[in-house]
């Protein structure tokens, strides 16, 4: 595929028509950056495809998705790609760990279930309301502090990333330890 030579591209995937919900052929691109993606989409070599196939098809939209936690990790300057969404995840996940195991343990168990007799489906989307509240105030401020990590300058990006990766892998297991001690 024309597309696979793209730089940034990172992979596609085809989805067919889902009968009362999408009723055509969905194409999904996936680029490192914005602006690779653009550069894709903007290149003659794009455009001379489209106007081959033009006669098979009845009308092309496109629309650019990003990760669902990009409202939480503003880009460092403008116009700056945000960040890798697996680096996105995983400070996500080291902060939503805490926040669950914690709620659960301290009001879910004993207020929601025990004392006010809640179903759990009811308990776990309390829990889930609170922790998304939650994580809307420390995921920004975590992120301003692993700016360094999220969007790396210079071009020793590859240790940088390693080490980024060993203190949150470090924080999860430090974390699971104690948690599995004490909670």
Known sequence: MAQAKARGFQGYRFEPPIPGVQEDWLSILRFDTEEHLKAWMDSPERQALLADVAAFTVEVHTRIARTGFDQWFPSSSEGAPPPSPWKMNMIVL??????VLL???????PYLLAWARLPFPVALFIS???SIVILNYLVPCTATRFTWWL????KDTGSIDIKGYLLLAAACAVMVVIFTLYA
């Open 94 to 99: 080291v902060l939503l760990y805490p926040i």
């Open 151 to 154: 969007q790396p300058k210079g």
């Open 103 to 109: 709620f659960g343990n301290f009001v879910v168990n």
């Open 128 to 130: 889930n309301v609170v």
